[in-house]
Nanobody, 126 residues
Framework: QVQLVESGGGLVQAGGSLRLSCAASGRTFSRYAMGWFRQAPGKEREFVAAVSWSGGSTYYRDSMKGRFTISRDNGKNTVYLRMNSLKPEDTAVYYC???????????????????WGQGTQVTVSS
C-alpha cells in the first residue's frame, strides 16, 4: 500500500508556472505507475498526465501537451507535474494517483489507479 501527499498548489496569474509534487510513502514506489488528475468545480475529474514506473513512458491529455511535464524521482519517492503557460481553465484540484505496474503502458483513466492523494488546489487568475 502507498500513501500520497500532494503539494505545490496555489494562486498564480495566467501565463505563470507551478510545479506540483506528490510524495509517496513505502519502499516500492519504483514499482508504481503514477498519474495526475484534476477536478474543476462542477466538473468530473479528468486525466492530466501519467508516467510509467521507470519514467520511460509518459502520457498527457491533449490539451496539456507542450505545457505540462510529468516526471518522477524514484530515489525521492516523488512524482512531479510542471505546469507552464497556465490558463484560468486550468483552475482545479489536482490529484496524484498510483497503481502497481511494471508496464510501459500506463493507465489514463481513474479506474486504472488504486491509490489517491487528497489533492492540492491550483487557482489561475486572469
Amino acid at each position: 500500500q502507498v500513501q500520497l501527499v500532494e503539494s505545490g498548489g496555489g494562486l498564480v496569474q495566467a501565463g505563470g508556472s507551478l510545479r506540483l509534487s506528490c510524495a509517496a510513502s513505502g519502499r516500492t514506489f519504483s514499482r508504481y505507475a503514477m498519474g495526475w488528475f484534476r477536478q474543476a468545480p462542477g466538473k468530473e475529474r479528468e486525466f492530466v498526465a501519467a508516467v510509467s514506473w521507470s519514467g520511460g513512458s509518459t502520457y498527457y491529455r491533449d490539451s496539456m501537451k507542450g505545457r505540462f511535464t510529468i516526471s518522477r524521482d524514484n530515489g525521492k519517492n516523488t512524482v512531479y507535474l510542471r505546469m507552464n503557460s497556465l490558463k484560468p481553465e486550468d483552475t482545479a484540484v489536482y490529484y496524484c494517483a498510483a497503481t502497481p505496474s511494471l508496464s510501459r503502458i500506463v493507465a489514463t483513466e481513474e479506474k486504472g489507479y488504486e491509490y489517491w492523494g487528497q489533492g492540492t488546489q491550483v487557482t489561475v487568475s486572469s
